[in-house]
């Protein structure tokens, strides 16, 4: 049953929520939300309701995507710090280890400080739950096919 | 604004970077179109991958792009990424094109702010006499385009296929299930029904 | 990878269309964006050059309502086919359940088709995917064009895995459909399996 999917359970769900919303009440933030590694949205705070939540989880994970090979490419493992400044509204991304993202927007006028701080508590708190969704672990190396087993496959 | 429009403004152009690298202190710039595609390097580049770098600095300026519309705002004019010794600064000059900065813990970064809003507006100037003196129109590198997408909804009428097995094809297609309503409910309930 | 939510009673899955530049996968989601009655599909965003090129990717949600009490969701991705995007493609590949792999009809094109379908290969099996096994359906895409190759061939060249195939046209959705429904009932019989 449900072979290689990741399972969120109504529980998990409901603690995961619980943190993020302590996280927009005390960072003073406008819109949380966790995005899983393929860049399906786990689950966001209550916001504005013209804003779809699911695209604007697909555009992060894109985006944060992006900068983490750009990370790699300048030679650096990541980038400690994310920031996207608007005229209005900044956006802080954080990885969740390699399980998710935390993507937190808030008004120009917060300081990042805070911001910074008790994302970084939040992601702490997040990583037990986005681990323990991910009840498969990936196909190990021995698995997956070796150079010469593509050569084979194809056959050019 | 595409290398091939660029021509012999690309000189200023690149005496605009070299300057700003002086002022700045920082390490290299790329100047890339809204695609990825490099128009100009000036810097140490010579240990950087700067064709991929560039082509996913525009990903990442798109996606913010969209987030900016989704969001309601105008743009993410600045997007500033902070490593253990490397930096990264991306932002634009309007929609001419991308460009990338690199500086490392040395160098302060509300210079490198001030002094690349600097340089923005010269490049600006100089994309704007290229476009009015050669009449190129810059068409804004799209995000939603789901207007654009009423050009391929099928129409209403039906044209009339120009082949007959072309035609069979057509006809293949709707009983397979793709007629105007498309069934998914009775498609997978067969399936769901084994796994649930 | 599947997302399995008790919680929302909601299944997500993610289809990834792969293929060389202009072989016609975002002309693919555009159709079916447009076929799909609006209660089964969110927004498209198309990350897209000025050029209409894909630059990062194109994305359309689709929901087909709840099926025994679970929403079931498919979330349909396309690559860049440039090959200056090669990251973007690694990017868009994580966590992919099934793939629509587009191919151009066009005798010019075969290269391009081998090198993607090989550049796709690597990329599944950096995210840790097996192109061996991977749910994958192809499209012979662009059969209206005069100078194509003979289906048997792209079969023989192409088809290493014997997956199912289908001849397309795809800005008249010939091939657009069938080719969605096949992936998605593979996905599925995987998850059930
Ligand atoms: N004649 C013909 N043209 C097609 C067909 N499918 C797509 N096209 C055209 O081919 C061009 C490229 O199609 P796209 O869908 O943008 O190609 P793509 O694979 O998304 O390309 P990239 O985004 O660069 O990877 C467009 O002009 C389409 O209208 C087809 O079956 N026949
Ligand atoms: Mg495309």
């Given at each position: 049953?449900?072979?290689?999917?990741?399972?969120?359970?109504?529980?998990?769900?409901?603690?995961?929520?619980?943190?993020?919303?302590?996280?927009?009440?005390?960072?003073?933030?406008?819109?949380?939300?966790?995005?899983?590694?393929?860049?399906?949205?786990?689950?966001?705070?209550?916001?504005?309701?013209?804003?779809?939540?699911?695209?604007?989880?697909?555009?992060?994970?894109?985006?944060?995507?992006?900068?983490?090979?750009?990370?790699?490419?300048?030679?650096?493992?990541?980038?400690?710090?994310?920031?996207?400044?608007?005229?209005?509204?900044?956006?802080?991304?954080?990885?969740?280890?390699?399980?998710?993202?935390?993507?937190?927007?808030?008004?120009?006028?917060?300081?990042?400080?805070?911001?910074?701080?008790?994302?970084?508590?939040?992601?702490?708190?997040?990583?037990?739950?986005?681990?323990?969704?991910?009840?498969?672990?990936?196909?190990?190396?021995?698995?997956?096919?070796?150079?010469?087993?593509?050569?084979?496959?194809?056959?050019? | 604004?595409?290398?091939?429009?660029?021509?012999?403004?690309?000189?200023?152009?690149?005496?605009?970077?070299?300057?700003?690298?002086?002022?700045?202190?920082?390490?290299?710039?790329?100047?890339?179109?809204?695609?990825?595609?490099?128009?100009?390097?000036?810097?140490?580049?010579?240990?950087?991958?700067?064709?991929?770098?560039?082509?996913?600095?525009?990903?990442?300026?798109?996606t913010t792009k969209g987030i900016a519309n989704l969001l309601g705002q105008s743009e993410f004019s600045l997007l500033f990424h902070q490593g253990t010794?490397?930096?990264?600064?991306?932002?634009?000059?309007?929609?001419?094109?991308?460009?990338?900065?690199?500086?490392?813990?040395?160098?302060?970064?509300?210079?490198?702010?001030?002094?690349?809003?600097?340089?923005?507006?010269?490049?600006?100037?100089?994309?704007?006499?290229?476009?009015?003196?050669?009449?190129?129109?810059?068409?804004?590198?799209?995000?939603?385009?789901?207007?654009?997408?009423?050009?391929?909804?099928?129409?209403?009428?039906?044209?009339?296929?120009?082949?007959?097995?072309?035609?069979?094809?057509?006809?293949?297609?709707?009983?397979?299930?793709?007629?105007?309503?498309?069934?998914?409910?009775?498609?997978?309930?067969?399936?769901?029904?084994?796994?649930? | 990878?599947?997302?399995?939510?008790?919680?929302?009673?909601?299944?997500?899955?993610?289809?990834?269309?792969?293929?060389?530049?202009?072989?016609?996968?975002?002309?693919?989601?555009?159709?079916?964006?447009?076929?799909?009655?609006?209660?089964?599909?969110?927004?498209?965003?198309a990350i897209a050059t000025e050029t209409e090129r894909t630059l990062f990717f194109d994305f359309l949600p689709l929901d087909f309502g709840k099926i025994?009490?679970?929403?079931?969701?498919?979330?349909?991705?396309?690559?860049?086919?440039?090959?200056?995007?090669?990251?973007?493609?690694k990017l868009i590949l994580k966590g992919a359940d099934g793939i629509v792999f587009v191919a151009d009809s066009q005798i010019d094109r075969m290269d391009?088709?081998?090198?993607?379908?090989?550049?796709?290969?690597?990329?599944?099996?950096?995210?840790?995917?097996?192109?061996?096994?991977?749910?994958?359906?192809?499209?012979?895409?662009?059969?209206?064009?005069?100078?194509?190759?003979?289906?048997?061939?792209?079969?023989?060249?192409?088809?290493?895995?014997?997956?199912?195939?289908?001849?397309?046209?795809?800005?008249?959705?010939?091939?657009?459909?069938?080719?969605?429904?096949?992936?998605?009932?593979?996905?599925?019989?995987?998850?059930?399996?």
């Open positions: 049953m449900f072979k290689g999917s990741k399972v969120l359970q109504p529980e998990d769900l409901n603690q995961m929520n619980n943190i993020i919303e302590k996280l927009k009440t005390q960072s003073k933030c406008l819109v949380v939300l966790i995005v899983d590694d393929s860049g399906h949205l786990i689950t966001n705070t209550e916001s504005d309701p013209s804003i779809d939540p699911i695209l604007l989880g697909t555009l992060t994970a894109g985006n944060f995507g992006a900068t983490n090979e750009l990370a790699k490419l300048i030679g650096e493992a990541e980038f400690t710090l994310v920031l996207h400044e608007g005229n209005k509204e900044n956006i802080h991304m954080l990885a969740i280890g390699d399980c998710g993202i935390l993507v937190v927007i808030f008004a120009n006028t917060t300081p990042i400080g805070l911001i910074r701080m008790y994302s970084q508590k939040s992601v702490t708190a997040l990583l037990p739950y986005l681990e323990k969704m991910q009840v498969e672990k990936k196909a190990s190396k021995k698995d997956l096919p070796s150079d010469e087993d593509l050569e084979n496959l194809f056959n050019w | 604004m595409k290398l091939s429009q660029i021509g012999n403004k690309i000189d200023p152009i690149n005496e605009i970077l070299e300057n700003f690298l002086d002022d700045a202190g920082v390490t290299c710039a790329i100047l890339c179109d809204m695609g990825g595609e490099i128009l100009t390097t000036k810097g140490d580049i010579t240990t950087l991958d700067f064709t991929n770098i560039a082509a996913m600095a525009a990903g990442s300026y798109a010794k490397n930096n990264i600064l991306i932002s634009s000059v309007e929609n001419f094109a991308i460009f990338i900065i690199l500086f490392d813990a040395n160098t302060i970064l509300g210079v490198v702010k001030q002094k690349s809003q600097e340089m923005k507006e010269t490049l600006k100037i100089i994309f704007e006499e290229i476009v009015k003196g050669k009449g190129i129109v810059i068409k804004k590198a799209k995000v939603f385009e789901e207007r654009d997408l009423d050009k391929v909804k099928p129409s209403k009428k039906k044209p009339k296929p120009a082949k007959k097995d072309e035609a069979e094809k057509e006809e293949a297609e709707e009983k397979d299930g793709s007629s105007k309503k498309f069934d998914f409910d009775s498609l997978m309930i067969d399936d769901l029904d084994d796994i649930f | 990878m599947t997302m399995l939510n008790y919680a929302k009673k909601e299944i997500i899955c993610k289809i990834v269309y792969y293929g060389p530049g202009l072989s016609g996968k975002t002309t693919n989601l555009k159709f079916i964006y447009g076929k799909m009655d609006t209660q089964y599909k969110g927004k498209m965003i025994k009490g679970f929403t079931t969701k498919f979330q349909l991705y396309t690559v860049p086919g440039q090959a200056i995007y090669t990251n973007s493609r391009d088709n081998k090198s993607s379908l090989k550049d796709m290969a690597l990329n599944l099996r950096e995210q840790g995917l097996d192109i061996r096994n991977i749910p994958l359906v192809m499209q012979w895409n662009k059969r209206d064009l005069p100078n194509i190759v003979p289906v048997e061939k792209l079969e023989e060249t192409l088809n290493f895995r014997k997956v199912p195939t289908f001849e397309g046209v795809a800005h008249k959705g010939i091939g657009v459909m069938s080719a969605l429904k096949t992936v998605i009932k593979m996905v599925l019989n995987k998850l059930g399996g």
